[in-house]
């Protein structure tokens, strides 16, 4: 059975998707695996109680992968194809949180058939990353 997101036609501006994302330990360390990144502020806690954070955090692109998991699966999902994403990093990712990851279709344009989207991942109600996705959803018949 394929799966399929939602096609650019059935698209509208304010349409929101929404995912919660429990960081541990065992998901940075997975993450730092497989991304190779193992700056100790996320590994090591006797190093990162030396930062300006105090304990271990994550990954910044650890919750860049909750949105694209958002766009990917939910809005527009399943045959989205992602083409630019900005983010503004706000706050740390500390283990033990949950990242809630907010997609909102703020433009469409159907010539080129493409979406923009407000991106969002909070954390208490915080923001931690603030951003705008521009992605191209699958299009009816095409």
Request: no cysteine; aromatic share 8%.
């Amino acid at each position: 059975m394929t799966k399929q997101g939602k096609f650019f036609e059935d698209l509208s501006v304010g349409d929101t998707a929404e995912m919660t994302f429990p960081v541990t330990e065992k998901v940075i360390e997975t993450f730092a695996e497989v991304s190779q990144d193992d700056n100790p502020v996320h590994l090591d806690e006797a190093f990162a109680k030396t930062t300006q954070f105090g304990t271990r955090i994550a990954h910044g692109m650890l919750s860049a992968g909750f949105i694209s998991a958002v766009i990917g699966t939910r809005l527009p999902g399943y045959g989205s194809i992602y083409l630019s994403q900005t983010m503004r990093f706000r706050r740390p990712v500390k283990i033990g949180d949950e990242v809630t990851v907010r997609a909102t279709i703020t433009a469409l344009d159907p010539e080129k058939g493409r979406a923009t989207l407000e991106t969002m991942a909070l954390v208490g109600g915080k923001p931690v990353v603030e951003g705008e996705a521009l992605v191209m959803p699958p299009r009816r018949g095409a």
